[in-house]
C-alpha cells in the first residue's frame, strides 16, 4: 500500500503529517501504563501530552516513501518516541543538564524526584524495544524488523546517541571548534534522527541507492536540528536559566548560525530530489526547521 508523500500539496502534506500525528499519539497513549506507580506516572508525564513527535513522523514518512503501510511503521515510530523522551529525562537530571523544565513545565525529576525519574527514562527506553520486538509484520518483514531494530539500538546507544551525550557533557570549552562541534551533534543529536530515517527506509525495503539518499538526507536533518536547538537557546527559548555550554552560535553567531541552518536544510532538501513527490512529507518535515522561533527545543 502506497501512502502519503505523492503529493506535494503543501496543504495535503500538513494535513498527512498530522493525520500521521494523531495516530502516533493515540498509540503512544495506548502503549504507556495507565495506572501503577510513581513511576508509571512519571512515564506518562514524560510523553505525553505534548511532542511534535519529530523523529516520529521521521519513520512514518521515510517508509511512506518507500511504500510501507503506516500500521507496521507504527510500532517503530513510537520506540522512536519512546527512545527519544527517555533521553530527555535523563539529560534533565541534575548529573547531566540539570534542566528544571522542560516543554513550558517542570522537569520530571522535579515533578517526581530523581529516582522515580530515573526509573521512568529506563523504563521508557526498555519499553521502546518491547514495541519494536513484539511489532507485529509480515513474513516477509522479518529479517527488515531485526535490522531495524538492530540499527535503531546502533544510534541510540555508545557509539550513537549516548557517546554523543558522553562527549557534550565532557567538553572543554577551550577545546571549542567545529569539527568537535559537528561530532557532537552528529552524535547526541543527529544520530536517533538518522535511525529514525533508516528503520523507515529499511521497513519500506529500499534499495541501495535509495537507502544512501535517505542517510544523506538523516544526515543533514541531524545537524540541521542541533543547530536550530543552538539558535532557540541563544533567543531565550531554552527552558532553564542554567549557564549555556559551547555552541554554534559561539562559534558563528546567531546569524551565522541560521545561514548554516539554511544550507544544512537545503542540502537535506537536495538529497531527496530524486523521490521526487514521494519526498514531500521528508522535504515538508526538513523545512519546519528554517523558523526556530516557531518551534520547542528538543521537540
Given at each position: 500500500?502506497?501512502?502519503?508523500?505523492?503529493?506535494?500539496?503543501?496543504?495535503?502534506?500538513?494535513?498527512?503529517?498530522?493525520?500521521?500525528?494523531?495516530?502516533?499519539?493515540?498509540?503512544?497513549?495506548?502503549?504507556?501504563?495507565?495506572?501503577?506507580?510513581?513511576?508509571?506516572?512519571?512515564?506518562?508525564?514524560?510523553?505525553?501530552?505534548?511532542?511534535?513527535?519529530?523523529?516520529?513522523?521521521?519513520?512514518?514518512?521515510?517508509?511512506?516513501?518507500?511504500g510501507?503501510?503506516?500500521?507496521?511503521?507504527?510500532?517503530?515510530?513510537c520506540?522512536l518516541?519512546?527512545i527519544?523522551?527517555y533521553?530527555?529525562?535523563?539529560?534533565?537530571?541534575?548529573?547531566?543538564?540539570?534542566?528544571?523544565?522542560?516543554?513550558g513545565?517542570?522537569?520530571c525529576?522535579?515533578?517526581?524526584?530523581?529516582?522515580?525519574?530515573?526509573?521512568?527514562?529506563?523504563?521508557?527506553?526498555?519499553?521502546?524495544?518491547?514495541?519494536m520486538?513484539?511489532?507485529?509484520?509480515?513474513?516477509?518483514?522479518?529479517?527488515?524488523k531485526?535490522?531495524?531494530?538492530?540499527?535503531?539500538?546502533?544510534?541510540?546507544?555508545?557509539?550513537?546517541?549516548?557517546?554523543g551525550?558522553?562527549?557534550?557533557?565532557?567538553?572543554?570549552?577551550?577545546?571549542?571548534?567545529r569539527?568537535?562541534?559537528?561530532?557532537?551533534?552528529?552524535?547526541?543529536?543527529?544520530?536517533?534522527?538518522?535511525?529514525?530515517?533508516?528503520?523507515?527506509?529499511?521497513?519500506?525495503?529500499?534499495?541501495?541507492?535509495?537507502?544512501?539518499?535517505?542517510?544523506?538526507?538523516?544526515?543533514?536533518?541531524?545537524?540541521?536540528?542541533?543547530?536550530?536547538?543552538?539558535?532557540?537557546?541563544?533567543?531565550?527559548?531554552?527552558?532553564?536559566?542554567?549557564?549555556?555550554?559551547?555552541?554554534?552560535t559561539?562559534?558563528?553567531g546567531?546569524a551565522?548560525?541560521?545561514?548554516r541552518?539554511?544550507?544544512?536544510?537545503?542540502?537535506a532538501?537536495?538529497?531527496?530530489?530524486?523521490?521526487?513527490?514521494?519526498?514531500?512529507?521528508?522535504?515538508?518535515?526538513?523545512?519546519?526547521?528554517?523558523n526556530?522561533?516557531?518551534?520547542?527545543?528538543?521537540?
Amino acid at each position: 500500500m502506497r501512502e502519503a508523500g505523492r503529493s506535494s500539496d503543501p496543504m495535503r502534506v500538513e494535513t498527512s503529517l498530522s493525520l500521521k500525528k494523531a495516530a502516533i499519539d493515540r498509540e503512544l497513549g495506548r502503549l504507556l501504563p495507565r495506572r501503577g506507580s510513581v513511576v508509571a506516572r512519571a512515564m506518562r508525564y514524560a510523553v505525553l501530552p505534548d511532542g511534535k513527535r519529530f523523529r516520529p513522523l521521521l519513520v512514518m514518512a521515510s517508509g511512506a516513501c518507500f511504500g510501507a503501510g503506516q500500521g507496521v511503521l507504527l510500532p517503530f515510530a513510537c520506540a522512536l518516541e519512546l527512545i527519544h523522551c527517555y533521553s530527555l529525562v535523563h539529560d534533565d537530571l541534575p548529573a547531566m543538564d540539570n534542566d528544571d523544565f522542560r516543554r513550558g513545565r517542570p522537569s520530571c525529576h522535579k515533578a517526581f524526584g530523581e529516582g522515580a525519574a530515573l526509573l521512568a527514562g529506563d523504563g521508557l527506553l526498555t519499553l521502546a524495544f518491547e514495541v519494536m520486538a513484539a511489532a507485529r509484520v509480515p513474513a516477509a518483514l522479518l529479517a527488515a524488523k531485526a535490522e531495524a531494530i538492530e540499527t535503531v539500538s546502533r544510534r541510540a546507544g555508545v557509539h550513537g546517541m549516548i557517546g554523543g551525550q558522553w562527549l557534550d557533557i565532557s567538553l572543554v570549552p577551550e577545546k571549542l571548534t567545529r569539527r568537535a562541534l559537528d561530532v557532537i551533534s552528529s552524535k547526541k543529536t543527529g544520530s536517533l534522527i538518522q535511525g529514525a530515517a533508516e528503520a523507515g527506509a529499511i521497513i519500506g525495503r529500499a534499495g541501495a541507492a535509495g537507502r544512501r539518499a535517505m542517510a544523506d538526507y538523516a544526515r543533514n536533518l541531524g545537524l540541521a536540528f542541533q543547530v536550530r536547538d543552538d539558535i532557540l537557546d541563544a533567543g531565550g527559548g531554552a527552558d532553564s536559566g542554567r549557564p549555556r555550554r559551547p555552541d554554534q552560535t559561539a562559534l558563528c553567531g546567531v546569524a551565522g548560525s541560521r545561514a548554516r541552518l539554511a544550507r544544512l536544510v537545503g542540502e537535506a532538501a537536495k538529497s531527496i530530489d530524486r523521490f521526487k513527490k514521494r519526498g514531500a512529507e521528508l522535504r515538508h518535515l526538513a523545512l519546519s526547521l528554517l523558523n526556530p522561533g516557531a518551534g520547542a527545543k528538543n521537540a
